[in-house]
Every structure is written in structure tokens, then in C-alpha cells.
């Protein structure tokens, strides 16, 4: 099945610095890589996706990027804020692919945002 | 918006009861799944449905069953709990099989003592 790698496990950034995390994935098959990012004692929530056939996506401070051919795919934080302050989660579609499919979660990201 | 309603926040029981944790969305979804989450694992995968009566097993099914009788509702069966079963348990939903987004209850947070 498939599996992803996430890294760093902790992340603490100056505010207004970048951050990025990256993650891996092993199964060539896999064609949908959300993000996801979870406050304290909130459910996790989509905060930008990107398919297979798209290099990379930009959403006002956030982007992510993908390299097929390696198998990675990766999130930029740019102008960080306090309130970006959060646990991120990568992940990527089952190997069937397609909406129905449960989704394979990388381990997280702590980001701390310092003052 | 969409919603994803768990029917518990938190729920203690002990080794060995039958554990029923329940989800329901209200958006007409096809496709529901469980995940359970545990500090430094990330979020994994237990068994998911694309169809009423359907079911799929997911990365980690040992130990659970599950039940979709009816479209909205998609319900968690610990058999016989046991302690590392202790855990947070979070639903999710997405619209079909072309929808890629899948939408988070808040999660129960299970405790098998």
C-alpha cells in the first residue's frame, strides 16, 4: 500500500518568515496530495490540494508543489502569521485513485510561529 | 456547508464492552470513512464506504467492524474494546467518486480502560 514520509515533525518559524514542509509518498499511482491543518482541539481542515496533473498551486500565502518524477510534494507558508500556528498534515489518494478512495496521511508537522 | 456530526466528544469504556461510535452528514455524500488518530502516527485509515452496504477495508481494519444501512449514516463497531483501542476517532465524508475533498467530523475520543 501506500505510504508517506512527512517531514520536519517540528517546525518553529520567526513571524513573517516562510515555512515548508515536505513529504513523500512511495506509490506512482497516487494522483490527489492535500494538505490539511489542524488547530488544538479542532477537526482537521483542507487548506489546499493538488492532482496529478498540475505542478503547483498557489492560494494567496500558500503554495504547494509537486515532482511526480521524485515523489514528493511540498507546502510554502509565505508571511507566516501567528494564527498559522498548527499541526499540517500531507497526504495522498489510495492507489485506486478516484474520490471514493480513503486517503494515506503523512505524520505531521508541528508549526510554532514565534513572535 | 457541509456537516459532519459524531455522536460523541468523549466516551470511556471498558475492556471487553461492544463499542458503537456513530457519524452522520447531512449533505448526501456517497463516500464516508473512519480514521483514527494517536500522537506522532497521523491519522490512518480504518475502513471506508463508497455505497450504502458497501464497505472497504482500510490500513488498520483489525479489531473493527463497520455498518452503513443508510446513505447519511456510517457507524464504528469495537467488538470487544481492548486498551489500545484507547484513541481519537474521526469521521470523514466526500461527495462521489469524482469529489477528491473529504470533510472531518470532530472526532470522539475514545478511552478503553
Known amino acids: 500500500g501506500e505510504n508517506v514520509e512527512q517531514h520536519p515533525s517540528t517546525l518553529s518559524v520567526q513571524e513573517g518568515d516562510s515555512a515548508v514542509i515536505k513529504c513523500t509518498y512511495s506509490d506512482s499511482a497516487s494522483n490527489y496530495f492535500p494538505w490539511y491543518k489542524q488547530e488544538l482541539g479542532k477537526r482537521p481542515q483542507l487548506i489546499i490540494d493538488i492532482r496529478s496533473n498540475v505542478g503547483e498551486k498557489k492560494d494567496q500565502r500558500i503554495a504547494v508543489t509537486l515532482n511526480k518524477t521524485a515523489k514528493h510534494f511540498s507546502l510554502h507558508i509565505t508571511e507566516t502569521q501567528p494564527e498559522d500556528s498548527a499541526v499540517y498534515f500531507c497526504a495522498a489518494s489510495g492507489e485506486l485513485g478516484g474520490g471514493a478512495d480513503g486517503l494515506t496521511f503523512g505524520k505531521g508537522t508541528h508549526l510554532i510561529i514565534q513572535p | 456547508d457541509v456537516k459532519v456530526t459524531q455522536s460523541s466528544r468523549y466516551l470511556v469504556k471498558r475492556t471487553g464492552e461492544k463499542v458503537f461510535l456513530e457519524c452522520v452528514q447531512d449533505m448526501d455524500h456517497e463516500n464516508m470513512f473512519w480514521y483514527r488518530q494517536d500522537p506522532g502516527l497521523g491519522l490512518r485509515l480504518i475502513y471506508f464506504?463508497?455505497?450504502?452496504?458497501?464497505?472497504e477495508k482500510g490500513d488498520i481494519p483489525e479489531g473493527y467492524s463497520v455498518s452503513r444501512e443508510k446513505k447519511e449514516r456510517f457507524s464504528l463497531i469495537l467488538e470487544s474494546a481492548s486498551t489500545n483501542q484507547t484513541s481519537m476517532y474521526l469521521c470523514?465524508?466526500?461527495?462521489?467518486?469524482?469529489?477528491?475533498?473529504?470533510?472531518f467530523g470532530p472526532g470522539t475520543r475514545l478511552t478503553v480502560t
Open positions: 464506504s463508497y455505497d450504502v452496504k458497501m464497505k
Open positions: 470523514a465524508s466526500s461527495l462521489d467518486r469524482g469529489s477528491y475533498e473529504q470533510y
